[in-house]
């Protein structure tokens, strides 16, 4: 049997040769398959003498286990390759831009809250935040609602479950108390607005339990109702982009202001559309006033040294106007049509310079 040594520095040679995993096997399949050149020298086995086996027997087996283990050692080192290639080649080069095309889109409301931020911004407002789970003294009492007074009932409160002593929370039924929390931490001069949800148990073609606010608050000495005004005739004509806008102000009732007004601009609503700064009509549009001595004073603000205005939007409404969208309730309704038609792409900040929509 003298062609051991030949086949197995064939057989090394061809595996090592091997270029990837299929030409391997072509090789294991020639010398270690059922019809291979190893298998049939094993096979010759069975024909030998006792003696002749005796000797040969543990030479073909180290034969077959040197080529078996050489073939493994390939497979290891060709296997290696190929995952390195297919990894190489699925590679993603995360340093790339950003698709042109962005798929989401910003709702509309979200938009109106960062025009309005913007516009608020650049006359020196910051933005404040108050929870959206109130106590009954910051959603009422301190905004000077009495215990009873009826006003409490027009706001449709949803009350959480009484705590151990009795008091129940309120989802809060305005933005005003982010006024109160403001006041109490900081001293004026303030100048802050307030986004954010508000909640009323009502329900129908143009309420939704949820809805959105924006409250705004200065308190800054010698500040009077010409000043609440002008600022926001100023944000009325940034925020429907119009030069010019004719604007009242009705006497109205808040508990939290006094004198209280609700703000109306012209407007024009024919041919089934509405258009801000034109027109006969008038549209309310928001509600104001000077800031009530007795809120000044539950929040610790001496109301002869200091007073100052306040104001709260409605911005569902506002959005409405202004995109033209002609039905609140689509707004909840998460239908990606909707928000592809009348959604904004999401890296577009307003801003008064840049442009806000
Ligand atoms: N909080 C009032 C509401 O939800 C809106 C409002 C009116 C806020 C007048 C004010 C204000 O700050 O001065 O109906």
């Not at 020639?30 to 291979?36: D, S």
């Not at 309120?170 to 303030?190: G, K």
Request: proline letters at 7%.
């Amino acid at each position: 049997m003298s062609d051991i040594p030949t086949i197995e520095s064939e057989a090394l040679a061809s595996i090592e040769n091997a270029g990837d995993l299929a030409a391997l096997d072509a090789v294991r399949v020639a010398e270690l398959g059922k019809k291979g050149r190893v298998s049939g020298l094993m096979k010759t086995l069975g024909k030998m003498s006792p003696e002749e086996r005796q000797e040969m027997g543990p030479k073909l087996n180290a034969l077959k286990e040197r080529v078996t283990a050489a073939i493994e050692a390939r497979k290891a080192v060709l296997e290696d390759e190929a995952l390195e290639a297919q990894v190489a080649a699925e590679k993603i080069d995360l340093t790339l831009p950003a698709r042109p095309e962005p798929v989401g889109r910003l709702h509309p409301v979200m938009q109106v809250f960062e025009e309005i931020a913007a516009i608020f911004g650049d006359m020196g407002f910051a933005v404040a935040e108050g929870p959206d789970i109130e106590d009954d003294w910051h959603n009422f009492t301190a905004l000077n609602f009495p215990e009873g007074h009826p006003a409490r009932e027009t706001h449709d409160t949803f009350f959480m479950a009484p705590d151990k002593e009795g008091a129940q929370k309120v989802l809060r039924t305005h933005t005003s108390p982010v006024q109160i929390r403001t006041m109490v931490e900081e001293a004026p001069p303030i100048r802050i607005i307030a986004p954010g949800r508000v909640y009323r148990n009502d329900w129908d073609a143009t309420h939704t339990p949820m809805f959105h606010q924006v409250e705004g608050l200065v308190i800054e000495d010698g500040v009077h109702m010409g000043h609440l005004k002008g600022c926001l005739i100023d944000f009325v004509k940034a925020f429907f982009e119009i030069d010019e806008v004719e604007a009242r102000f009705r006497p109205h009732f808040f508990p939290f202001t006094e004198p209280s007004a609700e703000m109306d601009v012209k407007c024009d609503r024919s041919g089934g559309q509405m258009k801000i700064g034109e027109g006969e009509d008038w549209m309310e549009i928001l509600g104001c006033g000077m800031v009530h001595p007795n809120v000044l004073k539950n929040c610790g603000i001496d109301p002869d040294k200091h007073q100052g205005f306040a104001f709260g939007v409605g911005v569902d409404r506002l959005a409405m106007l202004k995109y033209g969208m002609p039905d609140l309730r689509p707004y909840f309704e998460a239908d990606p049509a909707w928000t592809r038609h009348y959604g904004f792409r999401p890296w577009l900040t307003p801003s008064v310079s840049g442009g806000l929509s």
